[in-house]
């Protein structure tokens, strides 16, 4: 049984960090995609960032880029999101996910094939 499970989500005054994990179970992952997307109230789950296997290639949201980054180790089946310089607007419950190894760049929803369970990032101003 495959499970993600998100981690790092809190309360952080604007302009603060935040580092979010996501630990992959049931299987190993090495050879997918995995990436980052977030769920603001009465919006669109979003896409964040995301990864490429062996962890040279990183996309991102263009209201993210410099101030986010995504990596990945692969020997703990693990994908990281270290957020910078938070603002406000970031604030969302933020979804970890495997896409499909098939799927290559810009990634949306319909490519992934599993999904975390979410972890509330708020933003104060």
């Known amino acids: 049984q495959v499970q993600l499970v998100e981690s790092g989500g809190g309360l952080v005054q604007a302009g603060g960090s935040l580092r979010l994990s996501c630990v992959a179970s049931?299987?190993?992952?090495?050879?997918?995609?995995m990436g980052w997307f977030r769920q603001a109230p009465g919006k669109e789950r979003e896409f964040v960032a995301a990864i490429r296997w062996s962890g040279g290639n990183t996309y991102y949201a263009d209201s993210v880029k410099g101030r986010f980054t995504i990596s990945r180790d692969n020997s703990k089946n693990t994908v990281y999101l270290q957020m910078n310089s938070l603002k406000s607007e970031d604030t969302a419950v933020y979804y970890c996910?495997?896409?499909?190894?098939?799927?290559?760049?810009?990634?949306?929803?319909?490519?992934?094939?599993?999904w975390g369970q979410g972890t509330q990032v708020t933003v104060s101003s």
């Open positions: 049931g299987r190993t992952f090495i050879t997918y995609p």
């Open positions: 996910a495997v896409f499909d190894r098939g799927s290559s760049w810009p990634y949306n929803r319909n490519d992934a094939d599993y």
